[in-house]
């Protein structure tokens, strides 16, 4: 059997891998246009800030080592440019000749991956201007940067403009600023991040520009321009002028298609390669994996487009076991990603409210919470902000955000699993998790947000939201000296302690709304006032969900 794999990054790597494991005898063509295969490209924003100093740590594995150990035939410096479908053959041309060749195959694997949105704005290709999706990359943009600008000089501090507020480009911002560069991140969006839903976001914009990124958001880009000095000036839609000694286009990506459609391949609706669970396209024959393919949303069951390497690594595995005559499916992807930016890491799997809001989705509830990284009394903890999405009819999981110092991670990643395996909020009451003083709580922050879903589920803590509360009347339950520090206008302050004595001040005909400052006194004053006879709900997440639901 003879097995070409166009794309030697993530997808088409492990494809090849995982097959040799399973075939000993198939001959396995690796092909990949750039100098490099199997190279960590979410690497390259910290090799442009010099954290990872060395370009081969970049390098997962060499050509030479898929080479000796599994025995593939790797070509780099080679692209695929035409596919002859009816024939089985793949026409290659050497990118450094321009030599070209037919090559025979019995099953093919696409894996291009994805190539950067580059939109004909004036003046894109004037130099300073990067992109940042390959080692070449990098290796250009730190050059730039150490050598050639020659506005990034030492007796200057040098200013960087990044053109998109997502993955690449914060990472970016935060690396250049990190090199003493005056960061800016331009972004159309009225948010940065947008698979989070905003409220998180502002998390992350206080921290971005407490390290001196200055954000410009709800604005595009309409043109690039270089003065008289050489030094670049980038124009936005909204009419500003902000100079550049470098600029990085960070606008995301689309499916890198052209050879699908080209060979006549089924292409979904939302642009990328129409695969089944197998990974075959719509030639039985030709299969296609990672960021070039369309899959499916297991939240939503929508189409999506999931430019992840874990998605990408696990499809490729999934058509070399087809490939091999083996019985494997893919199941879809959840989206669920982290991102690290001055300390603070961010991460979310499944659905965002806002996603669930554009389906016209209503059968869902959210609960917001601060709960230490680990126990308090031991020193050292760190708030985590999450943002719990869950059905009211069921309690399924429908997806998860959080921001914070220390352990964001790993509560994410055990959402993510118990989300991929159709958990409910009750689930995550009963889940049991690692506990010592120094890693987390006898209630982990897991627990506790299923706790408080299942509570609001079950009736005993009716919810209200900042955003969307209505006419109800703010009860506020801290003490005075935080009253004192961090106000909330129109609320009646009685704290905690002091509720029992005092419900005569409150009025039954009317709904009361209660909060504190993340949420754990608000809810014993909640089950107070309801066993007392009154109408109350709790404000999910206290003051300090409230400081960004209203930003």
């Known amino acids: 059997m003879r097995v070409l794999i166009i794309g030697g990054v993530a997808g088409g790597a492990s494809c090849a891998a995982r097959l040799r494991r399973l075939d000993e005898h198939a001959e396995i063509v690796l092909i990949e246009r750039g100098p490099f295969v199997s190279y960590a490209n979410c690497g390259l924003p910290y090799h442009v800030g010099g954290v990872i100093e060395q370009e081969q740590s970049l390098l997962v594995a060499s050509a030479a080592t898929l ?38 195959y019995d099953a093919l694997v696409l894996a291009p991956g994805a190539v950067s949105v580059r939109p004909p704005f004036p003046g894109i290709e004037l130099p300073g201007i990067f ?38 480009g914060l990472e970016t911002a935060e690396n250049l600023a990190r090199r003493g560069i005056a960061t800016t991140v331009v972004e159309l969006l009225d948010q940065v991040l947008p698979p989070l839903d905003r409220e998180l976001a502002r998390i992350v914009e206080e921290r971005l520009r407490a390290h001196g990124v200055e954000l410009v958001l709800g604005d595009g880009v309409a043109a690039f321009e270089r003065g008289a000095d050489g030094a670049l000036t980038v124009s936005t839609k909204a009419g500003r002028a902000l100079p550049a000694d470098l600029v990085v286009l960070a606008l995301g990506v689309r499916p890198d298609t052209a050879l699908a459609k080209a060979a006549g391949l089924a292409i979904g609706e939302r642009g990328g390669i129409r695969v089944d669970a197998q990974m075959r396209t719509s030639d039985p024959h030709i299969y296609a994996v990672g960021d070039v393919v369309q899959e499916r949303d297991t939240v939503t069951g929508d189409a999506a487009l999931v430019a992840l390497a874990g998605p990408a690594n ?3 595995r999934i058509a070399a076991d087809a490939i091999a005559g083996r019985k494997s ?8 990603a982290i991102v690290g930016l001055f300390g603070l890491a961010v991460a979310w799997t499944g659905a965002t409210e806002k996603a669930l809001r554009r389906r016209g989705e209503s059968d869902y509830e959210k609960v917001y919470l601060h709960p230490g990284s680990h126990a308090g009394y031991y020193p050292g903890a760190k708030p985590i902000a999450l943002k719990l999405l869950f059905r009211k009819s069921d309690g399924k999981l429908l997806g998860a955000q959080a921001c914070g110092e220390d352990g964001v991670d790993k509560r994410i990643s055990a959402l993510a699993a118990f989300l991929q395996m159709g958990a409910t909020v009750y689930d995550l009451e009963e889940a049991e998790l690692c506990y010592a003083p120094q890693f987390g709580s006898a209630k982990d922050p897991v627990n506790l947000a299923g706790m408080i879903a299942a509570n609001t589920l079950r009736g005993d803590l009716p919810l209200a939201h900042w955003a969307e509360r209505g006419e109800g009347l703010l009860l506020d339950v801290r003490e005075a000296s935080e009253v004192e520090a961090e106000s909330v206008p129109g609320a009646v302050h009685i704290p905690l302690g002091e509720l029992r004595a005092r419900l005569s001040e409150l009025p039954r005909e009317r709904e009361i709304h209660v909060f504190c400052r993340s949420g754990q006194r608000a809810y014993l004053a909640t089950r107070l006032l309801l066993q007392r006879g009154f109408r109350a709900r709790d404000l ?12």
């Not at 695929?80 to 450094?96: G, H, K, M, N, S």
């Not at 499916?329 to 669920?336: E, I, K, L, V």
């Open 67 to 104: 080479r000796a150990q599994l025995a593939l035939d790797v070509r780099t410096g080679c692209e695929a440019v035409a596919i002859d479908a009816a024939a089985r053959r793949v026409t290659l041309r050497e990118v450094a000749s321009g030599a070209t060749r037919s090559e025979s």
């Open 314 to 316: 696990r499809q490729g």
């Open 131 to 168: 992109a940042l999706r390959t080692v070449p990359d990098a290796r250009a943009m730190r050059a730039w940067i150490e050598r050639d600008g020659p506005h990034v000089a030492a007796q200057r501090r040098g200013r960087a403009v990044v053109v998109g507020g997502g993955f690449i």
């Open 329 to 336: 499916a893919f199941r879809g992807a959840q989206g669920t």
């Open 540 to 551: 999910s997440g206290g003051v300090l969900s409230r400081r960004h639901l209203l930003a």
